[in-house]
């Protein structure tokens, strides 16, 4: 069996060739359906159409997500909460200051640049260990 390694060009083939077939008739557009599963299944994202390896950011956002998602099971306790919420940058730090409810409105984390993200998802691993 041969192996092919999956370049960003492999990938892009691989999203048009699924995009193709969904074009298709409703058989073909359950294996496009297989495919995308089994390519999310194995860390792959699909953007447009192409697949793409996930980033940094992107890990650090479903850590993020997983402990201050606002339905999450595994959320963190609103003490622990507290310190990684003012990491955010969503809004202005001059907003949150003077009215300090925004600290706890979910836009204030979503909204947040990739560097604030990083930091986040770091401030939730240490949390994490400290608690066990």
Same mark, same amino acid.
């Given at each position: ?7 960003p060009a492999?990938?892009?083939?691989l999203g048009? %060739?699924v995009?193709?077939?969904n ?6 557009r359950a294996? =496009? +359906?297989?495919v995308?599963a +089994? ?8 953007e447009? *159409?192409a697949f793409r390896?996930?980033?940094?950011v992107d890990?650090?956002w ?5 402990a201050? %998602?606002?339905?999450?099971?595994l959320?963190? /306790?609103?003490?622990?909460q +507290?310190?990684i919420?003012?990491?955010a940058d969503?809004? *202005?730090?001059q =907003?949150?200051? /003077? *009215?300090p *409810?925004?600290l706890? +409105?979910? /836009?204030?984390?979503r909204?947040s /640049?990739d560097g604030?993200?990083l930091k986040?998802?770091? =401030?939730?691993?240490a949390?994490?260990e400290?608690?066990?």
């Open positions: 069996m041969k192996t092919l390694k999956l370049t492999v990938l892009a083939a048009e %060739g995009d193709r077939l074009d298709g008739d409703p058989a073909m294996q =496009a +359906d297989a995308v +089994d390519m999310a299944a194995r860390g792959f994202r699909k447009g *159409n390896e996930p980033t940094r890990l650090a479903e850590t993020i997500l997983e201050l %998602g606002p339905r999450s099971p959320a963190l /306790s609103p003490f622990d +507290d310190p919420r003012r990491l969503g809004y *202005n730090r =907003a949150v200051l /003077s *009215n *409810n925004l706890w +409105d979910w /836009s204030h984390v909204d /640049s604030a993200i986040m998802a770091e =401030a939730i691993q949390a994490r400290t608690r066990g």
